[in-house]
């Protein structure tokens, strides 16, 4: 069964570092997604990003983060200068473009995580 | 915007028994909530999902049951064995706003005791 992967497993930075996770989406998935959860707390959405541009980010998607699509198969994500409280496990998820079905939506997918350390 | 409380944090029950885990969600406009299940280091997978156009789902041991009006939403794990400890998951969404996000529950930490 395909399967959402994601590289590094675990990235430890300095503050105010750069940090890029990246994840290969299903293969016939369109819609891609980072979630974040700090330990001990809530997977918290991040972005979602369809057709080459974002659809949805949360508050804490805010300047300091991007995501791009870089080819046919990457999907990442860019942290400018990380801080302390980026400290998180990073997932990416993917689901297909089934998203108005009537009276639901589709699954998403996540993949097994970046765990991410900020020093 | 959408929140989801969900309950109890932990539950630890006897292999064989029943679990029941509970979540309340805000946004009326909600129509889709999957279970995600994640086992120690590993990425979180869904094992049942409901869309508000029913009100109960069944997969062998597992059911999710849905009141649209009271806004709740459980999962229901019978004869529970050692292999359902894990964190569960729930999460809820509006599917029919563009960005696809789910919001969720703040996790249940499921023990099963041999």
Known sequence: ?119 | GENVEQHPSTLSVQEGDSAVIKCTYSDSASNYFPWYKQELGKRPQLIIDIRSNVGEKKDQRIAVTLNKTAKHFSLHITETQPEDSAVYFCAARNTMEYGNKLVFGAGTILRVKS
Request: proline content about 4%; glycine content about 6%; hydrophobic content about 30%.
């Open chain 1, 1 to 119: 069964e395909p399967e959402v992967t994601q590289t590094p497993s675990h990235q430890v930075t300095q503050m105010g570092q750069e940090v890029i996770l990246r994840c290969v989406p299903i293969s016939n998935h369109l819609y891609f997604y980072w979630y974040r959860q700090i330990l001990g707390q809530k997977v918290e959405f991040l972005v979602s990003f369809y057709n080459n541009e974002i659809s949805e980010k949360s508050e804490i998607f805010d300047d300091q983060f991007s995501v791009e699509r870089p080819d046919g198969s990457n999907f990442t994500l860019k942290i400018r200068s990380t801080k302390l409280e980026d400290s998180a496990m990073y997932f990416c998820a993917s689901s297909e473009e089934t998203f108005r079905l009537a009276g639901g939506g589709d699954t998403q997918y996540f993949g097994p995580g970046t765990r991410l350390t900020v020093l």
